[in-house]
């Protein structure tokens, strides 16, 4: 049981490149969510998903993608990298919106140079 | 809008001693769970212990303990018998139960707990 995966773990980044993190989970959980962590400020929510073709933005979406074409799978899109995206960034998954648990990918780090 | 504050950026306890990280939080729900987590240098999130709002009685996971409070909307943590390895960083978090308007894992900005030997 892999639980929530994430890939890559390290990308280094040049500036107006694009990329995109990888995330999928094996539990078939309708939530999914996107995070990026960043010194001083804790989890930020980017953007979620509470099923199969359903997106919404959540915190700070400036400069991100989401799609969810399945449920297992939610990637997310940096279009043109900046070196404000620079963080670390968590995938998790949940049975639902609002459930008890949720489960976190160990977490992409990014670096925009 | 729901609001998760720690006010401690950092704490230190010395080994087998016990420490209490402080939380505080903002809504107008009634129905909600509060979380924390603890990541290590290793970056994992790693669930620690989970109160819901309904329940009266503090959640106790072995060593640590909350002291939920939920008329002054406080949620601490106490960490007892402070081990090595408890040194992380630990978050806590807010959700709302279902049907509620924050279905949404809402963070605190972290205190980073060191533990001397």
């Known amino acids: 049981n892999a639980g929530v995966t994430q890939t890559p773990k390290f990308q280094v980044l040049k500036t107006g490149q694009s990329m995109t993190l990888q995330c999928a989970q094996d539990?078939?959980?309708?939530?999914m969510s996107w995070y990026r962590q960043d010194p001083g400020m804790g989890l930020r929510l980017i953007h979620y998903s509470v099923g199969a073709g359903i997106t919404d933005q959540g915190e700070v979406p400036n400069g991100y993608n989401v799609s969810r074409s399945t449920t297992e799978d939610f990637p997310l899109r940096l279009l043109s990298a900046a070196p404000s995206q620079t963080s670390v960034y968590f995938c998790?998954?949940?049975?639902?919106?609002?459930?008890?648990?949720?489960?976190f990918g160990d977490g992409t780090r990014l670096s925009i140079l | 809008a729901q609001t998760v504050t720690q006010s401690q950026p950092e704490m230190s306890v010395q080994e087998a001693e016990t420490v209490t990280l402080s939380c505080t939080y903002d809504?107008?729900?009634?129905?909600?769970?509060l979380f924390w987590y603890k990541q290590p240098p290793s970056r994992q999130m790693i669930l620690v212990i989970r109160?819901?709002?309904?329940?009266?009685q503090n959640a106790t996971e072995n060593r640590f303990s909350v002291n939920f409070q939920k008329a002054a909307k406080s949620f601490s943590l106490k960490i007892s018998d402070s081990q090595l390895g408890d040194a992380a960083m630990y978050f806590c978090?807010?959700?709302?139960?279902?049907?509620?308007?924050?279905?949404?894992?809402?963070f605190g900005k972290g205190t980073k707990l060191s533990v001397k030997p």
């Open positions: 539990m078939n959980h309708e939530y």
């Open positions: 998790a998954s949940s049975y639902s919106k609002g459930a008890r648990a949720q489960h």
């Open positions: 109160q819901e709002a309904y329940k009266q």
């Open positions: 978090a807010y959700r709302s139960a279902p049907g509620g308007s924050q279905g949404n894992l809402i």
């Open positions: 809504t107008s729900e009634s129905d909600y769970y």
